[in-house]
C-alpha cells in the first residue's frame, strides 16, 4: 500500500477544528508540567505519553467522514467510525514508537547533550513506528498465502 | 505563570503540526501513527532540559514508558469498540479513557518508580 500526501483535506478541517486541536494540545502540555512540578517526575512522566488530543482527533475523523459522505447523499456513521478506528490502529501500532522514544529518554537523558536525545528518542519513534505498520501491512497477507499454499 | 504560558503555546503548536501530518498522511492507518506521536513530549521535555538535570528527565523517561504502555492498550480497545459500539467516536475514546489511568498508574506502583 503506497503512502500518499493529500493536502486538500487541510481545507477539509475547519478554523475552529484548528484552534480545538491547539487548546488541547496547549493544555495537556501545561499540565503535564504542573504535575511534574507538583508530584514529581516519576507521576509527570506518566503524562508525556496521555492520549491528549485522542479523543479530538477521533471525533474530527468520524465528522470528516460523515460529511463526505453527507455531501454526497449519503448516510457515513458506520463509516465515520471504521476511519476512527483505523486511525486508532494506527495509534496503536506508534505506541510501539512511543515505548521507544521513552525507553532512549530513560536510559540516556542522564549524560548526553539535550538536543542529541531528543532527536534520537524522536528518530527511534519514527522507525519503529514505521516499521509497525510496514509489518502488519504485510503480515496478513503472508499467513493468508501461507494458509491457501499448505 | 510565564513557564505556563510558554508551555501551552510550545505544547498548542507542535501538538498542532503532528495533528496536520495524521491529516494528510494516506493511508488512514499510517495517518493513525501521529496520533500516538511524541507531540506532548517533546514540546514538555523541550523546557524540561533547560530547567532540570538529566537524571530528571530519565525518571521522566522511565515513567513515560508506562504510559506509553497504557496508550497501547488505550488505542487497541478504543479501536475494538469504535469498531463495535453504536455511540459516537468522541463518547467511546472518553469512556475508555480509565483504561490509560488505569495501566499507567498500574505499571507505576508495579515496577516501582514512586519516589
Redesign the interface.
Known amino acids: ?1 503506497l ?5 486538500s ?2 481545507s477539509e ?1 475547519k478554523p475552529h477544528e ?1 484552534a480545538l ?10 499540565i ?3 504535575i ?1 512540578n507538583r508530584y ?20 474530527l ?2 465528522d470528516h467522514e460523515k460529511r463526505r459522505k453527507a455531501a454526497i447523499g449519503k448516510d457515513g456513521s458506520r463509516r ?20 521507544a ?12 547533550p ?1 538536543v542529541a ?2 532527536g534520537i ?2 528518530a527511534s ?1 519514527a522507525l519503529i ?2 516499521a509497525a ?1 510496514l509489518v ?1 501491512q504485510h503480515w496478513p497477507r503472508r499467513r493468508r498465502r501461507q494458509t491457501h499454499n499448505g | 505563570m510565564t513557564e505556563i504560558l510558554i508551555r501551552f503555546l510550545i505544547g498548542g503548536l507542535v501538538v498542532s503540526a503532528f495533528s496536520v501530518c495524521g491529516d494528510v498522511l494516506r493511508p488512514k492507518s499510517f495517518a493513525g501513527l501521529f496520533g500516538a506521536a511524541p507531540s506532548v513530549a517533546l514540546a514538555s521535555l523541550a523546557l524540561t532540559f533547560t530547567q532540570r538535570p538529566g537524571s530528571y528527565v530519565a525518571l521522566e523517561g522511565r515513567s513515560m514508558v508506562f504510559g506509553a504502555i497504557g496508550f497501547l492498550t488505550y488505542a487497541y480497545v478504543a479501536g475494538q469498540l469504535l469498531k463495535r459500539s453504536q455511540s459516537g467516536a468522541l463518547v467511546v475514546t472518553v469512556a475508555a479513557m480509565p483504561i490509560w489511568f488505569g495501566i499507567s498508574f498500574g505499571c507505576l506502583f508495579m515496577f516501582g518508580g514512586m519516589n
Open positions: 500500500m503512502i500518499e500526501v493529500d493536502a483535506s487541510l478541517t484548528y486541536r491547539f487548546l488541547f494540545g496547549g493544555t495537556c502540555t501545561a503535564a508540567g504542573l511534574a514529581g517526575p516519576a507521576v509527570g512522566g506518566l503524562f508525556l505519553a496521555f492520549p491528549a488530543i485522542f479523543p479530538a482527533a477521533a471525533s475523523i468520524q465515520g467510525k471504521n476511519a476512527a478506528a483505523l486511525d486508532a490502529f494506527g495509534a496503536t501500532l506508534g505506541c510501539l514508537g512511543l515505548i522514544f521513552a525507553l532512549v529518554l530513560w536510559k540516556f537523558a542522564d549524560g548526553f539535550p536525545i531528543l528518542a524522536f519513534w513506528a514505521f505498520w502488519r
